[in-house]
């Protein structure tokens, strides 16, 4: 079965001629993503789509993964448990103290906190605050939002040097940022 990459995942689709077709299109569920081709279009103009399309694919996959998770432990428990928490505690300190290295600053604490409407932020201490909900987003845009806030430390603010570093240290961080405007109310 063909599959796309997009970092380190990989999704299979199908190709699926079809004579009422009048346009590519392609279909994305948890069950898979579907390509649907008319038929008087060659199989590989299909395959130029979906390539070209990829990370919407991606984005729209790992949304409903996400939202799926999601249902999941809502009908289970209204609250993070707690082995959600610590996941997100190890992976995001890891993460932190790996581009903290990397771009040679220091900080004082990493906080997992249940923050609803940022994903992240640095306080003028230094401590650098996640939410817990980063933890259920594909692994990319948690890596995002820990260079964002790893970036504060040398740039307390928005400006065009601070997103040329965001850049240095995590080129596609649009897409990412892009990611979390589309499918990020799906993690709360």
């Known amino acids: 079965m063909p599959q796309i990459t997009v970092g380190t995942d990989s999704i299979s689709y199908y190709l699926k001629k079809s004579v009422r077709a009048k346009r ?10 579907t390509v649907t081709i008319p038929q008087h279009l060659e199989e590989r103009h299909a395959v130029a789509f979906i390539e070209e399309k990829k990370y919407w694919v991606h984005n729209k ?6 939202k799926s998770k999601q249902n ?20 995001i300190a890891a993460r932190v ?24 932020s640095c306080s003028n201490k230094k401590n650098l605050n996640f939410s817990w909900r980063l933890i259920m987003a ?10 964002h806030e ?16 965001v850049a240095k240290l995590f080129p596609d961080y649009q897409q990412q940022r892009k990611w979390l405007r589309d499918y990020g109310q799906t993690l709360k």
């Open 72 to 91: 999941i432990s809502q009908s289970k428990t209204k609250a993070p448990t707690k082995e959600l928490k610590l996941k997100a505690q190890t992976t």
């Open 138 to 147: 594909p692994s990319e845009v948690l890596e995002y939002v820990v260079v």
């Open 24 to 33: 590519l299109r392609i279909t994305v569920s948890l069950q898979g993503v």
């Open 61 to 66: 996959f790992m949304a409903l993964k996400v």
């Open 150 to 165: 790893i970036c504060h430390l040398v740039y307390m603010n928005h400006s065009r040097d601070f997103w040329q570093l």
């Open 97 to 120: 103290d790996f581009y903290a290295r990397k771009l040679g600053v220091e900080y004082n604490r990493v906080l997992i906190k249940d923050q609803k409407t940022r994903w992240g």
